[in-house]
């Protein structure tokens, strides 16, 4: 159920909303299933208008039936995948993230949720040339740190400013405003960001459940509602600009005790892939543990996907993304000349 806002459609504005909001009109459903003769009254708008708009909003929401053989042709023509800049994340995610999809992370606290994101957000800038929209819900986002991780990519400074440009900030503190700015780049933000700074490859929503998750424990029928509408938006702008959307989630525990993602049974469907962090004390395979600090070592495993098997592990470690390459280099050198 979409709830009714400004710029939906044209001719929708938000006075509009608020004179169908007082007549207890307050979703899609709600006006394409009452009489508009009598809403068009009681609202002191024009029988012709509010039709208009409700046929719109019809052909926005009514889905439409497409055969195997066109989705296929639409994945080999439209599909890319984007490497995370992390070989074990990657091989976890089938090669990487896929353009027209959303995929979460989901783990408590220190998990290292947005270490990956940031990560993410600077080998796609850098690495791939491509800009990327970071919308950051928790304020635990800096252009230091970003800095910080770009400095090990290059030492060129031109570069690492110009990886800085691709990556667009946005800062959303609540539910309405995070819809706003989702709503606005689906409208055409996407396309102007792209202008002069590489076209837009990701969407990387850091956190959703801090926006959503107060709305669920004491409105549980509005905040339901407004989660579907975000994540509404998310899957439109996914597939129809090609992007790969990356949220993160926290977690909460079942009945039984087992850690699980959070936002429950109804936002479970949203993701076409998922994957919980834990913390791990296990020794990164294939790297020394002079290069490795226990305390970066996460545990990721794949609790949802379409491509691999569920319930398989990779260790990651977080410090991926902040070592050196120069230095991996030389690692990698030594590793071979001492196997030989």
């Not at 508009?36 to 012709?48: D, N, P, R, T």
């Not at 989901?106 to 491509?130: D, E, N, R, T």
């Not at 031109?158 to 780049?185: K, P, T, W, Y």
Request: with cysteine; net charge neutral.
């Amino acid at each position: 159920m979409a709830v009714l806002t400004g710029g939906m459609c044209p001719g929708l504005d938000d006075g509009l909303v608020r004179d169908l909001r007082a007549a207890d009109i307050k979703s899609v459903e709600d006006l394409v299933s009452c009489n508009i003769e009598e809403l068009a009254q009681k609202c002191s708008v024009s029988y012709k208008a509010l039709f208009a708009i409700r046929r719109v909003l019809l052909a926005q929401h009514t889905a439409f039936p497409v055969s195997g053989a066109d989705l296929y042709e639409e994945l080999l023509s439209s599909t890319a995948i984007l490497s995370t800049g992390n070989p074990s994340l990657d091989k976890l995610l089938d090669w990487g993230l896929y353009t027209g999809e959303i995929t979460e992370l989901s783990g408590g606290p220190g998990s290292g949720k947005s270490q990956v994101c940031f990560g993410v957000a600077v080998h796609i800038s850098h690495q791939l040339k491509q800009s990327v929209i970071y919308i950051d819900t928790t304020g635990g986002l800096t252009a230091s740190r970003l800095l910080q991780m770009l400095q090990t990519e290059t030492s060129d400074r031109e570069e690492q400013m110009e990886a800085l440009q691709r990556i667009h900030v946005f800062r959303m503190f609540d539910i309405l405003s995070l819809l706003d700015c989702l709503n606005g780049l689906r409208s055409g933000g996407l396309q102007q960001t792209s202008v002069g700074s590489g076209s837009v490859k990701a969407v990387i929503l850091d956190s959703v459940s801090a926006v959503i998750s107060p709305l669920l424990g004491t409105k549980q029928n509005e905040g339901m509602s407004l989660m579907i509408q975000v994540a509404g938006v998310l899957k439109t702008m996914a597939k129809d600009f090609n992007v790969a959307a990356l949220v993160t989630n926290h977690v909460s525990r079942s009945s039984t005790g087992e850690v699980q993602p959070g936002l429950g049974a109804s936002w479970s469907h949203i993701p076409r892939t998922r994957i919980l962090l834990e913390r791990s004390v296990e020794h990164y395979t294939g790297v020394t543990s002079a290069t490795v600090s226990p305390s970066t070592l996460r545990s990721a495993t794949l609790i949802k996907s379409s491509r691999q098997p569920c319930h398989i592990k990779a260790e990651l470690d977080l410090q991926w993304w902040s070592r050196s390459k120069a230095a991996e280099s030389s690692g990698k050198r030594k590793r071979e000349e001492t196997d030989s």
